[in-house]
């Protein structure tokens, strides 16, 4: 994606900018990778701050998971457990 959107700006702009301001497109292509640069670190921490809450979900998921299994297996190495109960608990 970094190297295409130069790429891209370089033929648009290339024939209007030399066609119209008669001024060279690689000004452009400078402008349009300053851009990138500027808004790349954007992009990352917006993207890692995704990352981080997903994977945050997924570990309350998992240790909630964890936790009702070991309860489970805590009732049953008790042995008085119903078996009405126990279906109960592996609802």
Do not use: W
Not at 9 to 34: D, W
């Amino acid at each position: 994606l970094t190297m295409l959107i130069p790429l891209l700006s370089y033929y648009i702009f290339s024939n209007i900018v030399t066609n119209t301001y008669n001024t060279p497109a690689n000004i452009i292509i400078v402008f349009t990778v300053i851009i990138i640069k500027l808004v790349k670190p954007f992009l990352r921490v917006c993207a890692e701050n995704k990352l981080r809450s997903i994977g945050q979900r997924m570990q309350n998921i998992l240790s909630k998971a964890v936790l009702s299994k070991t309860f489970k297996v805590s009732l049953l190495s008790n042995h008085d457990v119903t078996s009405s109960e126990l279906l109960k608990i592996m609802q």
